[in-house]
C-alpha cells in the first residue's frame, strides 16, 4: 500500500488528495477506554507510564481514523524538573503548590537535567511510534512558554491571569527569567521528542490571546521565536492559541509551519493576516454535541471556506469537550475526509 502522509504534507503546503485532519485533545477524556483506565491510576500515573500512555495515544488515533496521532502526556510536566511540584486535584485541574515568586524561587536547570527527569515521554513517542500505522504521522507538543508561565505565576488554573501580568509589568525581569529558563528547557524537551520519533510539534498557548499586542511582542514573543528556531528543519511547528488574531502581525514573524485558529477566527481572514503559513482549525468544538446535519453543515462550511487550498489541516478550533459522544467526532471524521476527497 502507497503510505500517503497526509497530514505533514499539508504542514509543508504540499497539495494533498484530501484534507487531513485530526482533533485537538483527540487522545483522552472524552473516551469510555480512556476513563475506564483512568479509574485505575491517577492522571500523572498514567502519564508516566510509557506503556499505558502510548495505549491511549494509538487507540484514539485507531478509533478515530484520523490522519495523526498525539502524544499522551500534559503541558504541565515541564514543571517538575523545573523544581514546581505539580498535582491534579479532583475537579480543580492543575496545582502548583510552590508558585514562581521571585527569581531566586527558579534555579537554572541543564537541558540533560529535564530531559532525565521527562525520560517518560521519549519512550511512551517510541513505543506509540513502532504501534501507530506508518502513515500516520505521530505529533509531539509542549506549551508555549507564557501558558505555562501561567500555571507557575498563577498557582494553577487562572481566570484572570492577573498575577502574571502583575509580574510582567512591576517585575520584567523577574518573569524574563522565567521565560528564558522556559525557552531552553522546552527547546531541549521538544528536540529530544523529536528525537524520539515526534514528526511534528505543537506549542499549545492557549491562554496568550490575554496579552496586547505590545505586551506579546516585548515579554513573550522572543522566548517563543527561539524555540520555534531550535526546531527548524527538524520537524514542523504548529502554534496554538484561543483569541489570538490580534496578535497575527506578530504571529506571522513567529516561523511556525501551521498556525492553529480558533472557531472565532476564519480561515480566510487569517491566511490573509498570516501570509504563507499552513492553518490548522477550526470546527466549533460544541458542534460535536449536537446533531448529525449540523456536523457536515458546519464541516462544509469550513471546507468551503479553506476552498482547497493547499496546506488546510482540519481540526477544532479547541479541544473536544468531555462530554463529546465519541460517535460524534468518527461522523466528522469521516465526513470531513468524503467532503474533501478531490476526484481524479
Ligand atoms: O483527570 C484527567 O484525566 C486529567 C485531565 C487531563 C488530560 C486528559 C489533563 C489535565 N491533561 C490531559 C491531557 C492533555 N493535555 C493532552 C493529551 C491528551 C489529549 O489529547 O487530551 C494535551 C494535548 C493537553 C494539553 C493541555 N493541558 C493544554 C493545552 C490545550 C488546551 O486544552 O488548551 C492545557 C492548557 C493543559 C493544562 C491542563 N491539564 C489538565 C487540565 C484539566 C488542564 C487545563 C486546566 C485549565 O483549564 O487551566
Given at each position: 500500500m502507497k503510505t500517503d502522509r497526509l497530514f505533514l504534507n499539508a504542514c509543508r503546503r504540499e497539495p494533498t488528495s484530501r484534507t487531513p485532519l485530526w482533533l485537538m485533545r483527540?487522545?483522552?477524556?472524552?473516551?469510555p477506554e480512556y476513563r475506564a483506565l483512568r479509574s485505575k491510576v491517577t492522571f500523572l500515573e498514567l502519564c508516566k507510564n510509557p506503556d499505558l500512555a502510548a495505549e491511549v495515544t494509538v487507540f484514539a488515533a485507531r478509533k478515530l481514523g484520523v490522519d495523526a496521532a498525539i502524544i499522551f502526556?500534559?503541558?504541565?510536566?515541564?514543571?517538575e524538573p523545573l523544581g514546581f511540584t505539580l498535582s491534579f486535584a479532583k475537579d480543580h485541574?492543575?496545582?502548583?503548590g510552590n508558585p514562581y515568586r521571585r527569581k531566586k524561587d527558579l534555579a537554572p536547570v541543564s537541558g540533560d537535567e529535564i530531559k532525565e527527569h521527562l525520560s517518560f515521554v521519549f519512550d511512551a513517542i517510541r513505543r506509540s511510534r513502532k504501534n501507530l500505522p506508518e502513515e500516520i504521522p505521530l505529533i509531539g507538543f509542549a506549551g508555549a512558554p507564557f501558558t505555562v508561565a501561567s500555571y507557575i505565576v498563577e498557582g494553577g488554573?487562572?481566570?484572570?491571569?492577573t498575577r502574571i501580568k502583575e509580574m510582567m509589568l512591576k517585575a520584567p525581569d523577574v518573569f524574563s527569567h522565567l521565560m528564558d529558563v522556559l525557552a531552553e528547557g522546552t527547546a531541549d524537551y521538544l528536540e529530544a521528542q523529536v528525537e524520539a520519533g515526534a514528526e511534528a510539534i505543537q506549542l499549545f498557548d492557549s491562554w496568550v490571546g490575554m496579552l496586547t499586542l505590545e505586551q506579546y511582542r516585548t515579554f513573550v514573543f522572543p522566548a517563543l521565536k527561539k524555540i520555534i528556531e531550535r526546531l527548524k528543519g527538524k520537524a514542523p511547528v504548529i502554534y496554538f492559541g484561543l483569541n489570538t488574531s490580534h496578535l497575527f502581525p506578530a504571529v506571522k514573524e513567529s516561523g511556525a509551519d501551521v498556525v492553529g485558529i480558533d472557531s472565532k477566527t476564519s480561515l480566510s481572514k487569517a491566511w490573509k493576516a498570516l501570509g504563507n503559513v499552513a492553518l490548522q482549525g477550526n470546527l466549533d468544538p460544541e458542534i460535536l454535541l449536537g446533531p448529525e446535519k449540523k456536523i457536515v453543515a458546519a464541516a462544509k462550511k469550513i471546507l468551503t471556506e479553506a476552498g482547497?487550498?493547499?496546506?488546510h489541516i482540519f481540526n477544532l478550533g479547541h479541544g473536544v469537550l468531555p462530554q463529546t459522544p465519541v460517535e460524534n467526532a468518527v461522523f466528522l471524521v469521516e465526513t470531513v475526509k468524503r467532503l474533501s476527497q478531490k476526484k481524479d
Amino acid at each position: 500500500m502507497k503510505t500517503d502522509r497526509l497530514f505533514l504534507n499539508a504542514c509543508r503546503r504540499e497539495p494533498t488528495s484530501r484534507t487531513p485532519l485530526w482533533l485537538m485533545r483527540q487522545a483522552g477524556r472524552f473516551m469510555p477506554e480512556y476513563r475506564a483506565l483512568r479509574s485505575k491510576v491517577t492522571f500523572l500515573e498514567l502519564c508516566k507510564n510509557p506503556d499505558l500512555a502510548a495505549e491511549v495515544t494509538v487507540f484514539a488515533a485507531r478509533k478515530l481514523g484520523v490522519d495523526a496521532a498525539i502524544i499522551f502526556s500534559d503541558i504541565l510536566l515541564i514543571v517538575e524538573p523545573l523544581g514546581f511540584t505539580l498535582s491534579f486535584a479532583k475537579d480543580h485541574g492543575p496545582v502548583i503548590g510552590n508558585p514562581y515568586r521571585r527569581k531566586k524561587d527558579l534555579a537554572p536547570v541543564s537541558g540533560d537535567e529535564i530531559k532525565e527527569h521527562l525520560s517518560f515521554v521519549f519512550d511512551a513517542i517510541r513505543r506509540s511510534r513502532k504501534n501507530l500505522p506508518e502513515e500516520i504521522p505521530l505529533i509531539g507538543f509542549a506549551g508555549a512558554p507564557f501558558t505555562v508561565a501561567s500555571y507557575i505565576v498563577e498557582g494553577g488554573k487562572s481566570k484572570d491571569f492577573t498575577r502574571i501580568k502583575e509580574m510582567m509589568l512591576k517585575a520584567p525581569d523577574v518573569f524574563s527569567h522565567l521565560m528564558d529558563v522556559l525557552a531552553e528547557g522546552t527547546a531541549d524537551y521538544l528536540e529530544a521528542q523529536v528525537e524520539a520519533g515526534a514528526e511534528a510539534i505543537q506549542l499549545f498557548d492557549s491562554w496568550v490571546g490575554m496579552l496586547t499586542l505590545e505586551q506579546y511582542r516585548t515579554f513573550v514573543f522572543p522566548a517563543l521565536k527561539k524555540i520555534i528556531e531550535r526546531l527548524k528543519g527538524k520537524a514542523p511547528v504548529i502554534y496554538f492559541g484561543l483569541n489570538t488574531s490580534h496578535l497575527f502581525p506578530a504571529v506571522k514573524e513567529s516561523g511556525a509551519d501551521v498556525v492553529g485558529i480558533d472557531s472565532k477566527t476564519s480561515l480566510s481572514k487569517a491566511w490573509k493576516a498570516l501570509g504563507n503559513v499552513a492553518l490548522q482549525g477550526n470546527l466549533d468544538p460544541e458542534i460535536l454535541l449536537g446533531p448529525e446535519k449540523k456536523i457536515v453543515a458546519a464541516a462544509k462550511k469550513i471546507l468551503t471556506e479553506a476552498g482547497g487550498r493547499p496546506g488546510h489541516i482540519f481540526n477544532l478550533g479547541h479541544g473536544v469537550l468531555p462530554q463529546t459522544p465519541v460517535e460524534n467526532a468518527v461522523f466528522l471524521v469521516e465526513t470531513v475526509k468524503r467532503l474533501s476527497q478531490k476526484k481524479d
